[in-house]
């Protein structure tokens, strides 16, 4: 069996990997008959192996196939459905999943749609049926490299479009409980009696979390604290959790099966305590929601019970092996999840480790030495699981957490021993009264504050993050085999020149194997501007693109872009004018880099250390690049518009220039063309996203680019960039691109001067759940 599972998840991973665009996908009827030959040929074995394959494929045929048809986008929709999972609310805008009823026969509408309801006077809860009038598009998010892919979220979720709610009488409650997502709708009154039970207490958040897996009340503050303190698998419901219920149920049943025993009812209690152990785990399962990290410990524990009913022992391996393999068939999808992989190796490294340490212990009869020997084990596996999660905290996370084994020590045990049992006797007990369960969840509450208070004093302390060079996957899977080598029970030697291999692989390791003399990233931020200037040694960010109702373009773009490249100081950044969607940002930006040098016409109301205003004839050099100002002037001494006033930051090597103008209109460009001196130009971002305002015949000619990219959000309302603008730009010579068609675009001048257009985003790093570009292509080919 555990070769099966590794051959089925290499097979899958792989299918992920080739489907690299979407097209037409096999008929199920012949990926069907396809197991069958295999079965008959090779064995069940063989055709067991290909189900979860097969599984895949029609998974991915069926996401792109059940997507929303293109001429139903933007139309008004009357849908009826039920919304199924809990939803969403952050800075007044509420979402959720909205499944239609199945006899609603609209042709081309998806089963699951993701909406926001803006403004909403009454918001929709888990369960209840609705009727909306909806406005849908496809699923399509930013693509930026190493920030969050929207669209592949979708596809794991079998979201096939995204919208928002009309403002319409038509919109009203049906139903407060569908025949639809009950489960759903379960979670959603207990996590509501938890939060009556705790009247705003701020443990009440996670508690929730650890009940019902209502991890959305849940802000990403608080993710990024248990993110930085390793603890973040403490609110992911999985084996921790599960083991923890079907011990409590294996005690129960066994008591209940002595009662029935006392009472004449011949029944052995050991097996009457199994049966309840997998029930409660069940349940538990269930009010989680099934996830991935949940699915794995339910199959391990319902496996252990079959058969320790049966009195047959198969190793632990195999067990976990069958878990894997019965979490591929039910979600094909998972290995798309970082979960899924944080989950399994995890456990796998657990087992490892408990080679050695089975070896090691004898049983002792002291309770003293008993204790000993726990506290020893536990310090073991967290050394254990910190070398051992390591490479994959540095792929999905791109750091590793320097405090985690400590964190853990003290706040797992506290877990296990004292708000996981509490939290769920309190669940339970609101089944009875709210005084009963209120009685069990105010202490947990009160000992999951004082977690929090500990974890944030652990944040404080210097060092408690590592953030590694960029390391390629090459670099990664390298990692991973000499992490498996270092935690290997003995005897094995040469452990030490191991360990050396690694420190070496860590220092050494790099994105790229060198870096460019010049690296442009032009970053897609939808309606804004971002981008990344990066010489060998030193990076500058001019704008940080918009502010969203929840967050920025700085925390969800610009920082991992910047994580991704591996910029670890940030000497400046250019704010090019007001606009909020070139400085909604850069509060996140500073935060994460105080060091960093604005530079910029206006102070904006930010918090910085080093300002240098933006003036014509101010420069720089970086690394041989040269960096210089050409616009504005001294202050006061032309009255600029907002626009107008903007930032023209001019960047040159040897053989190449960049120039951002920022949003400059008609009158500041015809001002830098009569007094400024534009060298030939290689690279321009498009003065204020090609609105008809700017981009003047007389500033094309002046600059006449190879590239012209324009910085617009995917179909924006004032349907950037403008045609006319498009064309005078390419009867110019210069190659148009958009980013909201190609994604972030990376563009590179390497160290004889010559620049490259490297990579498109969209185009490059797509996948078959990437929505293809249907708008302006670059008709140039990469050089």
């Given at each position: 069996?555990?070769?099966?599972?590794?051959?089925?998840?290499?097979?899958?991973?792989a299918t992920n990997a080739l489907l690299t665009f979407p097209?037409?996908?096999?008929?199920?009827?012949?990926?069907?008959?396809?197991?069958?030959?295999?079965?008959?040929?090779?064995?069940?074995?063989?055709?067991?192996?290909?189900?979860?394959?097969?599984?895949?494929?029609?998974?991915?045929?069926?996401?792109?196939?059940?997507?929303?048809?293109?001429?139903?986008?933007?139309?008004?929709?009357?849908?009826?459905?039920?919304?199924?999972?809990?939803?969403?609310?952050?800075?007044?805008?509420?979402?959720?999943?909205?499944?239609?009823?199945?006899?609603?026969?609209?042709?081309?509408?998806?089963?699951?749609?993701?909406?926001?309801?803006?403004?909403?006077?009454?918001?929709?809860?888990?369960?209840?049926?609705?009727?909306?009038?909806?406005?849908?598009?496809?699923?399509?998010?930013?693509?930026?490299?190493?920030?969050?892919?929207?669209?592949?979220?979708a596809h794991i979720r079998g979201i096939g479009a995204t919208?928002?709610?009309?403002?319409?009488?038509?919109?009203?409650?049906?139903?407060?409980?569908?025949?639809?997502?009950?489960?759903a709708g379960l979670r959603q009154r207990i996590a509501g009696?938890?939060?009556?039970?705790?009247?705003?207490?701020?443990?009440?958040?996670?508690?929730?979390?650890?009940?019902?897996?209502?991890?959305?009340?849940?802000?990403?503050?608080?993710?990024?604290?248990?993110?930085?303190?390793?603890?973040?698998?403490?609110?992911?419901?999985?084996?921790?959790?599960?083991?923890?219920?079907?011990?409590?149920?294996?005690?129960?049943?066994?008591?209940?099966?002595?009662?029935?025993?006392?009472?004449?009812?011949?029944?052995?209690?050991?097996?009457?305590?199994?049966?309840?152990?997998?029930?409660?785990?069940?349940?538990?399962?269930?009010?989680?929601?099934?996830?991935?990290?949940?699915?794995?410990?339910?199959?391990?524990?319902?496996?252990?019970?079959?058969?320790?009913?049966?009195?047959?022992?198969?190793?632990?391996?195999?067990?976990?092996?069958?878990?894997?393999?019965?979490?591929?068939?039910?979600?094909?999808?998972?290995?798309?999840?970082?979960?899924?992989?944080?989950?399994?190796?995890?456990?796998?490294?657990?087992?490892?480790?408990?080679?050695?340490?089975?070896?090691?212990?004898?049983?002792?009869?002291?309770?003293?030495?008993?204790?000993?020997?726990?506290?020893?084990?536990?310090?073991?596996?967290?050394?254990?699981?910190?070398?051992?999660?390591?490479?994959?905290?540095?792929?999905?996370?791109?750091?590793?957490?320097?405090?985690?084994?400590?964190?853990?020590?003290?706040?797992?045990?506290?877990?296990?021993?004292?708000?996981?049992?509490?939290?769920?006797?309190?669940?339970?007990?609101?089944?009875?009264?709210?005084?009963?369960?209120?009685?069990?969840?105010?202490?947990?509450?009160?000992?999951?504050?004082?977690?929090?208070?500990?974890?944030?004093?652990?944040?404080?302390?210097?060092?408690?993050?590592?953030?590694?060079?960029?390391?390629?996957?090459?670099?990664?899977?390298?990692?991973?085999?000499?992490?498996?080598?270092?935690?290997?029970?003995?005897?094995?030697?040469?452990?030490?020149?191991?360990?050396?291999?690694?420190?070496?692989?860590?220092?050494?390791?790099?994105?790229?194997?060198?870096?460019?003399?010049?690296?442009?990233?032009?970053?897609?931020?939808?309606?804004?501007?971002?981008?990344?200037?990066?010489?060998?040694?030193?990076?500058?960010?001019?704008?940080?693109?918009?502010?969203?109702?929840?967050?920025?373009?700085?925390?969800?773009?610009?920082?991992?872009?910047?994580?991704?490249?591996?910029?670890?100081?940030?000497?400046?950044?250019?704010?090019?004018?007001?606009?909020?969607?070139?400085?909604?940002?850069?509060?996140?930006?500073?935060?994460?880099?105080?060091?960093?040098?604005?530079?910029?016409?206006?102070?904006?109301?930010?918090?910085?250390?080093?300002?240098?205003?933006?003036?014509?004839?101010?420069?720089?050099?970086?690394?041989?690049?040269?960096?210089?100002?050409?616009?504005?002037?001294?202050?006061?001494?032309?009255?600029?518009?907002?626009?107008?006033?903007?930032?023209?930051?001019?960047?040159?090597?040897?053989?190449?220039?960049?120039?951002?103008?920022?949003?400059?209109?008609?009158?500041?460009?015809?001002?830098?063309?009569?007094?400024?001196?534009?060298?030939?130009?290689?690279?321009?971002?498009?003065?204020?996203?090609?609105?008809?305002?700017?981009?003047?015949?007389?500033?094309?000619?002046?600059?006449?680019?190879?590239?012209?990219?324009?910085?617009?959000?995917?179909?924006?309302?004032?349907?950037?960039?403008?045609?006319?603008?498009?064309?005078?730009?390419?009867?110019?010579?210069?190659?148009?691109?958009?980013?909201?068609?190609?994604?972030?675009?990376?563009?590179?001048?390497?160290?004889?001067?010559?620049?490259?257009?490297?990579?498109?985003?969209?185009?490059?790093?797509?996948?078959?759940?990437?929505?293809?570009?249907?708008?302006?292509?670059?008709?140039?080919?990469?050089?």
């Amino acid at each position: 069996m555990v070769w099966s599972a590794c051959l089925v998840l290499t097979l899958i991973c792989a299918t992920n990997a080739l489907l690299t665009f979407p097209g037409p996908f096999l008929a199920a009827e012949l990926l069907v008959s396809l197991v069958l030959i295999t079965w008959l040929m090779w064995g069940p074995r063989a055709g067991a192996v290909l189900v979860p394959v097969i599984g895949a494929l029609l998974a991915a045929g069926w996401s792109i196939e059940g997507r929303l048809v293109p001429g139903l986008v933007q139309n008004d929709l009357l849908m009826r459905g039920t919304v199924c999972e809990l939803p969403r609310t952050a800075a007044g805008v509420h979402r959720f999943v909205f499944e239609h009823d199945r006899e609603q026969s609209t042709p081309g509408l998806p089963r699951r749609v993701y909406i926001s309801w803006y403004r909403a006077r009454v918001f929709p809860q888990a369960g209840e049926r609705w009727q909306l009038k909806v406005r849908l598009k496809r699923p399509r998010g930013l693509s930026n490299p190493g920030a969050f892919d929207f669209e592949r979220w979708a596809h794991i979720r079998g979201i096939g479009a995204t919208g928002y709610v009309r403002n319409s009488p038509l919109n009203y409650r049906i139903a407060a409980h569908g025949s639809e997502c009950r489960l759903a709708g379960l979670r959603q009154r207990i996590a509501g009696r938890i939060d009556d039970a705790l009247n705003g207490r701020p443990g009440a958040h996670y508690l929730k979390a650890l009940s019902v897996g209502a991890r959305e009340s849940l802000t990403q503050p608080d993710w990024a604290l248990l993110r930085r303190t390793g603890t973040v698998h403490l609110m992911a419901i999985s084996g921790l959790h599960i083991g923890l219920v079907a011990g409590l149920m294996f005690l129960l049943g066994r008591y209940l099966g002595r009662l029935l025993l006392w009472c004449g009812i011949e029944l052995a209690p050991l097996i009457v305590g199994r049966w309840f152990g997998l029930t409660g785990a069940l349940v538990y399962a269930a009010l989680a929601g099934f996830s991935v990290p949940t699915l794995r410990a339910l199959v391990m524990v319902g496996t252990v019970t079959v058969l320790t009913v049966l009195r047959r022992s198969i190793p632990a391996w195999q067990i976990l092996a069958t878990a894997m393999f019965v979490v591929l068939c039910v979600e094909p999808t998972a290995p798309l999840s970082a979960g899924f992989w944080l989950s399994f190796y995890a456990v796998g490294l657990l087992m490892l480790g408990a080679i050695g340490l089975a070896q090691a212990s004898l049983s002792v009869p002291s309770l003293r030495m008993r204790v000993t020997r726990l506290a020893g084990q536990l310090v073991k596996a967290q050394v254990l699981l910190t070398i051992g999660l390591a490479p994959l905290s540095i792929l999905f996370f791109a750091q590793v957490s320097l405090i985690a084994p400590i964190a853990n020590l003290v706040v797992v045990p506290v877990f296990a021993a004292l708000i996981v049992p509490l939290t769920l006797i309190g669940t339970g007990g609101l089944l009875i009264s709210d005084a009963v369960g209120r009685f069990f969840l105010v202490p947990a509450a009160w000992t999951m504050e004082r977690v929090l208070e500990f974890l944030q004093w652990l944040d404080r302390l210097p060092f408690t993050t590592w953030v590694p060079p960029p390391i390629a996957p090459a670099g990664i899977a390298m990692i991973v085999a000499v992490t498996l080598v270092a935690i290997w029970p003995r005897p094995l030697p040469g452990r030490g020149l191991v360990l050396t291999l690694l420190f070496a692989l860590l220092g050494g390791a790099s994105l790229s194997s060198g870096s460019p003399g010049l690296r442009i990233v032009v970053m897609d931020t939808g309606q804004g501007l971002a981008v990344l200037i990066q010489t060998r040694t030193h990076a500058l960010v001019y704008d940080t693109g918009p502010a969203f109702r929840s967050s920025d373009a700085g925390r969800t773009v610009v920082l991992p872009v910047l994580r991704y490249f591996g910029i670890r100081q940030l000497d400046a950044l250019v704010i090019s004018h007001g606009d909020a969607d070139h400085v909604g940002g850069a509060k996140s930006v500073l935060e994460r880099f105080p060091e960093a040098e604005l530079i910029s016409a206006e102070r904006f109301g930010l918090d910085f250390r080093r300002y240098r205003p933006c003036i014509a004839g101010t420069q720089w050099r970086w690394d041989g690049v040269l960096f210089r100002v050409l616009h504005p002037g001294d202050p006061g001494a032309v009255d600029w518009s907002e626009n107008d006033g903007s930032c023209v930051l001019l960047i040159q090597t040897a053989h190449a220039a960049v120039l951002l103008p920022g949003d400059i209109e008609r009158r500041a460009e015809a001002h830098l063309t009569r007094n400024a001196r534009i060298p030939a130009i290689d690279l321009v971002i498009a003065p204020h996203h090609g609105s008809q305002s700017s981009s003047t015949p007389a500033f094309v000619a002046a600059t006449r680019p190879r590239y012209i990219v324009f910085s617009v959000g995917y179909r924006n309302r004032w349907g950037f960039p403008d045609a006319q603008i498009v064309q005078r730009w390419r009867q110019a010579g210069a190659c148009p691109m958009t980013t909201a068609d190609n994604g972030a675009l990376v563009f590179e001048i390497n160290r004889a001067g010559w620049m490259t257009l490297q990579r498109r985003q969209r185009i490059d790093g797509r996948s078959f759940w990437t929505e293809s570009a249907d708008g302006l292509r670059p008709t140039c080919r990469l050089l």
